[in-house]
């Protein structure tokens, strides 16, 4: 079965060519980084805008890449929520329409449930049952994976997501947008242990994560050393984002542990923008060994929103028999453990 | 001779049409926030009461605005599908030009121009002025967006003495509302019969568009556009 995955639930437009015989045949990504950087965040309006005028040349780019013709493909699959309405409402006009043409199926994709699911388009994938670390710029959650479908929450961040954090510090820090990647990058020339922030709730029994405090010591810390022009000299904001960095990596690795000790599972998969962030890999695969167990990420590109893992999810979906009626439905709030499972 | 297919969501109304040289067919709703739901499923409805298939049409029209920016998109990016996958060319229509042609469909005997607005939110109407021509409509000035101080104070409003009808819900601003016209009929809404009648002399003109130039017309294109940070928060999870 080959499937044309389309994903425009934020600010990247993604087009992917995937099949379950021949696994990922083709992805094209187009981002608007630079079209929401003068606003400092994503602008819904504009964002919908360009997925309506991306998303065509896209698909044939991917078409061409992948070798492949209408009458091949078996289904069309889109991202249907969580993410911005507008967004959304584009490449899901688009991919039910375009279904309806070419007389396939079409099938509406949970976002975090692709992203779940991007570590299984790598050569060596992970296996069910596992537990999944989704953190991203909207996501911090530990979830039970059982089976495909299957999900369990086990606990969350009660306040910013990890990436929103590592937005909010690169703010701070003065560093261009998005920042995230800007103050893991800055955290690398970094002298390690100058400063020492508070690791959040992990005193406390349970899976949720808080990451506001961390973004005070944050502050503080910048406040305290800010010379003339606002900002601390350049190797004391490295320092800065170096303490940052490793406190947010701590938290999420020592959560990660417990989860798995808590379930008695030996498989950890991350998934999500922050999934990318090189100290989280090293320090969990570090942890994680100690304790038998092992981490799974997807490549880089697939960490960020793309439209690689859409393909992947919707045609797990297709094979178990799932599709979409006429009507199109999209979801900006959807909780994952509602899912159906397969 | 063609087989034209006409969607719009340009505003609340939903509808869908088909001409077959110039016998019209349509299906329309009141159907807001429910677009999506609807659209499709309308489409499906109408070419299979015609006992027609999508690879038998000429040409897919729709309403590319001025209208609802979201409404506008779902018709496009359904249009770009529907187009694209059946490998059909596309005609956009004017959103204010079919409201015009519905109100002298509805109004044979009346003559005047007609001055459409539809409300633009943020104090401003899409506003376009039209004409008979034939069968159809012919624009007399460019379509704009703009304030109804600004349409009340221009000269082209001006220049027609009051000797016009004002058409649209944008009449409903009160500056407009003390504009000296022969009437003015603000329950007036795009409907797609009108795209599918105007999109066949379009048709016949040469003037069609590929899928992927099937695209909205704004008209408003540079606001202060509010960002919006937070994409997808924890409560996404939450029962």
Redesign the interface.
């Known amino acids: 079965m080959r499937v044309l995955g389309l994903e425009t639930?934020?600010d990247e437009t993604g087009v992917a060519v995937y099949d379950s015989e021949r696994g990922l045949l083709a992805h094209v990504l187009y981002t608007q980084i630079a079209l929401?950087a003068e606003?400092?965040?994503?602008?819904?309006?504009?964002a919908?805008?360009d997925h309506?005028?991306k998303?065509?040349?896209l698909?044939n780019e991917v078409m061409e890449k992948s070798d492949t013709g209408?009458a091949d493909i078996d289904a069309i699959a889109y991202t249907s929520g969580?993410?911005?309405?507008?967004a959304l409402?584009?490449?899901?006009?688009?991919?039910?329409?375009?279904?309806?043409?070419?007389k396939v199926p079409a099938i509406g994709v949970h976002?975090?449930e692709g992203h779940l699911l991007a570590p299984m388009l790598e050569a060596n994938p992970p296996e069910f049952p596992f537990v999944a670390l989704l953190v991203?710029?909207?996501?911090?959650?530990l979830v039970k994976v059982n089976s495909l479908g299957d999900y369990e929450?086990l606990g969350?961040?009660?306040d910013d997501?990890a990436g929103?954090a590592f937005?909010k510090a690169a703010k701070m820090l003065d560093l261009d947008y998005p920042g995230g990647p800007q103050v893991a990058r800055l955290a690398e020339r970094g002298v390690d242990g100058r400063f020492k922030f508070p690791r959040p709730m992990v005193d406390r029994p349970g899976l949720d994560f808080s990451f506001s405090g961390l973004k005070t010591a944050t502050l503080t810390a910048v406040n305290a050393n800010k010379q003339a022009n606002g900002l601390p000299d350049d190797q004391t904001c490295a320092d800065i984002a170096n303490a940052f960095q490793a406190a947010v990596v701590d938290t999420l690795v020592i959560k990660c542990k417990r989860a798995l000790e808590q379930t008695g599972m030996k498989t950890l998969v991350i998934a999500g923008g922050v999934s990318a962030n090189k100290k989280l890999r090293a320090d969990l695969d570090s942890e994680l060994a100690k304790i038998g167990a092992k981490v799974f990420y997807a490549r880089h590109e697939f960490c960020t929103d793309n439209g690689a893992m859409i393909a992947y999810a919707g045609c797990q979906r297709l094979l178990a028999g799932q599709h979409e009626?006429?009507?199109?439905?999209?979801k900006a709030?959807?909780?994952?453990?509602?899912l159906s499972s397969l | 001779m063609s087989l034209i297919l006409a969607l719009d969501t340009s505003t609340d109304a939903c509808s869908v049409a088909l001409n077959a040289d110039g016998v019209i067919t349509s299906l329309f709703e009141v159907a807001a926030k429910s677009h999506t739901q609807r659209l499709l499923p309308m489409v499906d409805e109408l070419l299979k009461a015609k006992g027609c298939e999508l690879t038998d049409l000429d040409a897919i029209a729709f309403g590319r605005g001025p209208g609802s920016f979201t409404g506008l998109r779902i018709c496009a990016g359904i249009v770009q599908g529907l187009a694209f996958g059946a490998s059909l060319p596309v005609i956009p229509v004017s959103t204010l030009e079919a409201m015009a042609l519905g109100f002298y469909r509805a109004n044979p005997d009346i003559h005047l121009p007609l001055a459409v607005a539809l409300d633009a939110r943020m104090n401003e109407v899409y506003w376009g002025l039209c004409a008979r021509s034939g069968e159809l409509v012919e624009p007399l000035v460019a379509e704009q967006v703009i304030s109804p101080d600004v349409v009340v104070a221009s000269t082209e409003v001006a220049r027609l003495h009051g000797d016009f009808i004002g058409i649209g819900p944008g009449w409903h601003y009160p500056a407009m509302q003390t504009l000296a016209t022969v009437n003015k009929v603000l329950n007036v809404h795009p409907h797609a019969e009108n795209m599918a009648l105007i999109a066949a002399k379009l048709f016949a003109e040469g003037k069609v568009v590929s899928a992927l130039e099937a695209q909205p017309v704004y008209l408003r294109d540079s606001v202060s556009w509010q960002k919006r940070q937070r994409i997808r928060d924890s409560n996404d999870f939450l029962v």
């Open positions: 639930s934020c929401h606003y400092g965040g994503v602008v819904p309006e504009l919908s805008r309506v005028r998303l065509l040349p698909i209408p969580p993410g911005l309405v507008g409402m584009v490449g899901a006009s688009f991919g039910r329409s375009l279904a309806y043409a070419w976002h975090m991203s710029g909207g996501h911090t959650q929450l969350e961040s009660i997501a929103e937005d009626t006429l009507a199109i439905n999209i709030r959807w909780p994952l453990d509602s």
